[in-house]
């Protein structure tokens, strides 16, 4: 085992105590009420395994900050159109203000492997809160977790991370299945970012299953990608309008991508819901004043966000909390699938 895959956890194994008991040795708060054998037995176990405490670990043991972190992937075009991202914010302040700390926003690139150490290391928080979390599979990330660093995930499901979300892939099933019940079988699908292997998406699953269990063939071709904006949603829609057949029906995996999806349809002279119907994912507050108000998938992003600080407010004074916890999505039905009555 080299030493920079040497974690707390593996000194507070060798050493037999706690992980907070290896943190309070090594970084010396003799405050802490530990026996001298027991400080003796968990340096042993340090030198032996060539353990060097990260800054992440050494804030666990400091003096609290008072301060917890909001952090995002620096991959939106524009933040400004993130509305989800600011309705989650709302109810994260709210959370902050009641329990006297303050919040710090940032965001990180997607490519940075030691993106999350080095915010933890240079501003000085007591907790993470990770939105749209995109390095699933960061080492930095690892030993975060591996030094019991504070941190809740909001939109991914991570394993060994507190996470709050709703369940994505059932609420896209059902709003595909209610395009299935107005009669359409030729419907298309705008992500609402880049799907990859390392990236999958739930709401791309959700409307495959609605398909499958209408007997309904999967075409790739009537699948496109967005990108958290409503211009990715006018270029996506325009390629789909371009196609050999084109479909009678789409489901948007975000509300703000579908926007621009009804500008191209609109542009190209065609009529929502007549022409082409359209459903969103996550009710933003402007999807009922769209030009037709735009059906939709309701997520209670403020919801969310108040869940997610209580839970982080929660671990960093070392009270249990539930590993995953889930919010129900609502089908939102209104002119943009089913016409002006």
Same mark, same amino acid.
């Given at each position: 085992?080299?030493?920079?895959?040497?974690?707390?956890?593996?000194?507070? +194994?060798?050493?037999?105590?706690?992980?907070?008991?290896?943190?309070?040795?090594?970084?010396?708060?003799?405050?802490?009420?530990?026996?001298?054998?027991?400080?003796?037995?968990?340096?042993?176990?340090?030198?032996?395994?060539?353990?060097?405490?990260?800054?992440?670990?050494?804030?666990?043991?400091?003096?609290?900050?008072?301060?917890?972190? $909001? @952090?995002?992937?620096?991959?939106?075009?524009?933040?400004?159109?993130?509305?989800? $991202?600011?309705?989650?914010?709302?109810?994260?302040?709210?959370? %902050?203000?009641?329990?006297?700390?303050?919040?710090?926003?940032?965001?990180?690139?997607?490519?940075?492997?030691?993106?999350?150490?080095?915010? @933890?290391?240079?501003?000085?928080?007591?907790?993470?809160?990770?939105?749209?979390?995109? $390095?699933?599979?960061?080492?930095?990330?690892?030993?975060?977790?591996?030094?019991?660093?504070?941190?809740?995930? *909001?939109?991914?499901?991570?394993?060994? &991370?507190?996470?709050?979300?709703?369940?994505?892939?059932?609420?896209?099933?059902?709003?595909?299945?209610?395009? *299935?019940?107005?009669?359409?079988?030729?419907?298309?699908?705008?992500?609402?970012?880049?799907?990859?292997?390392?990236?999958?998406?739930?709401?791309?699953?959700?409307?495959?299953?609605?398909?499958?269990?209408?007997?309904?063939?999967?075409?790739?071709?009537?699948?496109?990608?967005?990108?958290?904006?409503?211009?990715?949603?006018?270029?996506?829609?325009?390629?789909?309008?371009? #196609?050999?057949?084109?479909?009678?029906?789409?489901?948007? #995996?975000?509300?703000?991508?579908?926007?621009?999806?009804?500008?191209? &349809?609109?542009?190209?002279?065609?009529?929502?819901?007549?022409?082409? @119907?359209?459903?969103?994912?996550?009710? $933003?507050?402007?999807?009922?004043? %769209?030009?037709?108000?735009?059906?939709?998938?309701?997520?209670?992003?403020?919801?969310?966000?108040?869940?997610?600080?209580?839970?982080?407010?929660? +671990?960093?004074?070392? +009270?249990?909390?539930?590993?995953?916890?889930?919010?129900?999505?609502?089908?939102?039905?209104?002119?943009?699938?089913?016409?002006?009555?």
């Amino acid at each position: 085992m080299s030493r920079d895959t040497v974690t707390s956890h593996d000194v507070a +194994k060798l050493a037999g105590v706690s992980r907070t008991t290896v943190s309070y040795v090594l970084n010396a708060v003799e405050t802490a009420n530990i026996s001298s054998d027991t400080r003796q037995r968990v340096r042993a176990a340090a030198d032996e395994l060539s353990y060097v405490p990260n800054a992440a670990a050494q804030m666990l043991a400091g003096q609290r900050t008072h301060i917890i972190g $909001l @952090v995002f992937p620096r991959t939106y075009p524009h933040l400004s159109t993130h509305m989800f $991202l600011l309705e989650v914010m709302e109810g994260l302040v709210g959370v %902050a203000q009641q329990n006297g700390v303050r919040l710090l926003i940032d965001s990180v690139e997607s490519s940075l492997e030691d993106a999350y150490v080095e915010l @933890v290391r240079s501003k000085r928080i007591d907790g993470l809160i990770l939105i749209d979390l995109l $390095l699933a599979d960061d080492q930095s990330l690892r030993s975060l977790v591996d030094d019991g660093f504070p941190m809740v995930s *909001i939109g991914w499901m991570h394993d060994d &991370i507190c996470c709050v979300d709703v369940n994505n892939r059932t609420g896209a099933q059902t709003a595909v299945e209610h395009l *299935i019940s107005l009669g359409h079988t030729r419907i298309a699908c705008i992500t609402n970012f880049p799907v990859t292997e390392r990236t999958p998406s739930a709401r791309l699953e959700g409307y495959r299953d609605a398909l499958a269990a209408a007997d309904i063939p999967f075409d790739e071709r009537l699948v496109k990608s967005g990108q958290y904006s409503p211009e990715s949603g006018f270029a996506a829609m325009e390629e789909l309008l371009v #196609a050999t057949a084109q479909p009678t029906a789409v489901f948007v #995996a975000s509300d703000i991508v579908a926007f621009g999806a009804m500008q191209a &349809i609109q542009t190209r002279g065609l009529a929502i819901p007549d022409d082409v @119907v359209v459903i969103g994912f996550d009710d $933003l507050p402007l999807a009922r004043f %769209a030009n037709p108000p735009l059906s939709t998938v309701h997520v209670p992003a403020d919801r969310q966000g108040q869940l997610a600080g209580q839970l982080l407010i929660d +671990k960093i004074h070392e +009270k249990s909390v539930s590993t995953h916890t889930w919010l129900e999505t609502q089908l939102v039905i209104r002119e943009s699938t089913v016409g002006y009555s």
